[in-house]
């Protein structure tokens, strides 16, 4: 079993020193959902909700947290972003909108992080567009579908 990398040996925690590590391609695919009322997801698939392009707002929200990843997580290396996509699909039967983020960069650490910040405020974004007719929505699943690149190699769910 590996140990955590973002302790020091007296238990401190401590940026990971990645210096010495060669710049590769990585990838990661991260995905969450939004469950809500049907007349909530009517709204959105109709364009007709009150702040306006809920998913296009959602998709801008979702890339731009991925920049800011590091802003927002104390331990996590600012990186140069070299893909950030984020889409939308629409679930009639769970009420709900799933939402996948693909982050590429060319680096020497993983990206992993900024996946999931792109779907977790991608998510926050369509519950804030859409609270005012559904309080009740919940996020779920948000989790890392794959990883690829780096030491520790490949992962699928």
Do not use: N
């Not at 890339?63 to 996509?85: E, F, G, Q, W, Y």
């Not at 309080?135 to 030491?151: A, D």
């Amino acid at each position: 079993m590996s140990s955590l990398t973002h302790f020091d040996a007296q238990g401190q925690a401590h940026m990971v020193d990645v210096g010495a590590k060669p710049a590769t391609h990585r990838i990661a695919v991260a995905e969450g959902r939004i469950v809500m009322q049907p007349t909530t997801l009517a709204i959105i698939q109709s364009g007709t909700a009150k702040k306006g392009d809920v998913l296009g707002i959602a998709r801008i929200a979702g890339i731009m947290a991925a920049k800011k990843t590091s802003d927002l997580i104390p331990l996590c290396h600012p990186l140069a972003l070299t893909r950030v996509a984020v889409d939308f699909e629409l679930l009639p039967e769970t009420s709900s909108v799933r939402c996948l983020a693909t982050v590429e960069t060319v680096g020497p650490t993983g990206v992993e992080m900024e996946a999931l910040t792109a779907v977790q405020v991608a998510l926050l974004t369509v519950y804030d567009m859409c609270k005012a007719v559904d309080k009740g929505m919940v996020m779920e699943g948000i989790r890392v579908l794959e990883k690829r690149g780096g030491k520790s190699g490949d992962f699928v769910a």
